[in-house]
């Protein structure tokens, strides 16, 4: 194989290429590599391991051809039809640049600006490059992949996000076609179509390298390459070999490529939080390989990770967010003033007692109870009628959706519980203008009532009165609502809920 890089044949030089990150795409007329002891990120970037016999055998390497019958290792072969007829190739027929394999893409004709096969006429076409083609092509039959064509893939781990990186490869087609054929090479932001030549066997015709740098924006990055067929009668298809992906700072320095893009300061967070609550924040910066976050009236007030998380503010107030992006090639701030806004603290709660009915401050959105630490089922009023002792707390939600929580410890409900009790009713409930106290077990004491914010409304008997079993009550003076009606015996105390229509 030769070593002497002939550069003095390029063929095309374009940059700040429209793929979003591809910024460079360059292709030389050469069989030779570009760059040298590299460190190659792509596994089997020769196709030597595989178990695939070379053609003329019926050995297939796509899954969905119903010839399937072996694999490339470390590749995926995706797309194609029944009718696929991808496989490996030799020396026999083609000039191999590394190893003793190359993958051809077989895939019949393809339709490129119509639904007529081999037309070509909406296509603008450089020497490597193709474009113009409308949307939904190239296409093919389906029993070949449709638009979706046949496509070798590989997926590449431990990139750097912000970092430049070189994709190279050579790439051939079939000798017995005399013009080029159209392929698509995709690295994570959509495919990029480019020209191949049909190969011999003889070294001294020159195939093509190309070389595709982009900025990662991914630990992992799929690297794809498309075949969609024969995109005219005389036009060849896609032999793919020596696949190579390594730094920016590994390509050959007589190599001159496009500028790397200056990085770009990007960010967005969850930016309306309660005090005392943390958030986390979303990179999306561009082309940069290292950050310097600064964050005031947070703790921690600094970061230096790609995407920091819990970054803690405690005081309501708007605070600005500072990020500065840098890479090789430069820096770039990005500052957002009031970017973080911390809601007002909610209104301070807290807990009385009247007997077993705890109140909580009204004014919260929602309300929930909770009994020793256990959430209490439908408990979700201001108030809360406790059915055992113990410790309760209430946490109480604002219109921020910010919450506060208080407590109250050693409660004792003593009282008993008058629901579903055989010796107490009382009726109607709903109540009109009269309420019917019933209990075998009234011989004395009074009769209270009380509201929901634990005010005594009513004093129905004085203690030196002794009630009968059944007591009619006059409850017309009291305003629409929810009250509690609190019995009080000889020996206990009995309450319940009653609602005055």
């Known amino acids: ?263 770009i300061a990007v960010f967005n967070a969850p930016n309306h939080i309660c005090p005392g609550t943390c958030t986390a924040f979303n990179n999306l910066s561009l082309n940069a390989t290292s950050y310097l976050w600064s964050f005031t009236g947070a703790t921690p007030n600094t970061s230096t990770d790609v995407n920091p998380t819990n970054i803690c503010y405690n005081t309501p107030g708007a605070y600005p967010v500072s990020l500065i992006a840098t890479s090789a090639s430069g820096s770039d701030t990005l500052t957002l003033n009031n970017y973080i806004t911390v809601y007002p603290y909610p209104a301070p709660q807290g807990i009385s007692q009247s007997g077993d009915t705890l109140f909580a401050n009204q004014g919260a959105v929602s309300y929930q109870w909770y009994h020793t630490g256990v959430l209490i089922p439908g408990a979700t009023d201001y108030f809360y009628v406790a059915q055992g002792s113990g410790d309760f707390n209430v946490v109480c939600t604002d219109n921020n959706n910010c919450q506060v929580e208080a407590a109250i410890f050693d409660v004792v409900a003593s009282v008993q519980s008058v629901r579903g009790s055989r010796q107490f009713a009382i009726y109607p409930n709903p109540a009109g203008n009269k309420l019917v106290v019933r209990s075998s077990e009234i011989g004395g004491k009074e009769i209270l009532i009380y509201n929901l914010l634990g005010e005594k409304m009513m004093d129905v008997l004085p203690q030196t009165s002794t009630l009968k079993p059944e007591t009619t009550l006059d409850v017309k003076a009291l305003n629409p609502g929810m009250y509690m009606i609190e019995v009080l015996s000889a020996e206990k105390t009995m309450r319940s809920k009653f609602v005055k229509k």
Not at 108 to 121: H, I, K, P, R, Y
């Open 1 to 263: 194989m030769k070593k002497t890089l002939l550069f003095v044949a390029m063929s095309f030089i374009f940059c700040n290429y429209s793929n979003a990150q591809v910024f460079c795409v360059l292709c030389f007329d050469q069989n030779d590599s570009v760059s040298y002891n590299v460190n190659n990120l792509i596994l089997n970037g020769g196709m030597e391991n595989s178990t695939c016999a070379p053609w003329p055998a019926g050995d297939r390497y796509c899954p969905n051809s119903a010839a399937y019958n072996c694999d490339i290792t470390n590749w995926t072969c995706t797309g194609g039809g029944a009718s696929t007829y991808a496989c490996m190739m030799d020396s026999t027929y083609f000039h191999i640049v590394e190893g003793l394999r190359a993958a051809y893409f077989g895939n019949f004709f393809s339709q490129n600006c119509s639904a007529t096969t081999g037309d070509t006429s909406c296509l603008t076409m450089s020497d490597c490059e193709a474009g113009g083609l409308p949307a939904g092509f190239p296409t093919n039959d389906p029993t070949y992949g449709g638009t979706t064509g046949i496509s070798l893939e590989q997926t590449v781990n431990g990139l750097t996000p912000g970092a430049a990186y070189v994709l190279e490869f050579w790439a051939g087609g079939e000798w017995s076609f005399t013009d080029r054929g159209m392929f698509g090479v995709d690295v994570g932001f959509g495919n990029i179509l480019l020209r191949d030549k049909p190969s011999t066997t003889n070294p001294l015709d020159q195939m093509t390298r190309f070389i595709i740098l982009f900025v990662a924006n991914s630990p992992s990055h799929t690297i794809k390459f498309t075949n969609w067929g024969h995109i005219c009668n005389t036009c060849t298809e896609l032999i793919l070999d020596d696949v190579k992906l390594y730094t920016l700072a590994e390509l050959n320095p007589s190599v001159n490529p496009c500028t790397v893009p200056v990085p």
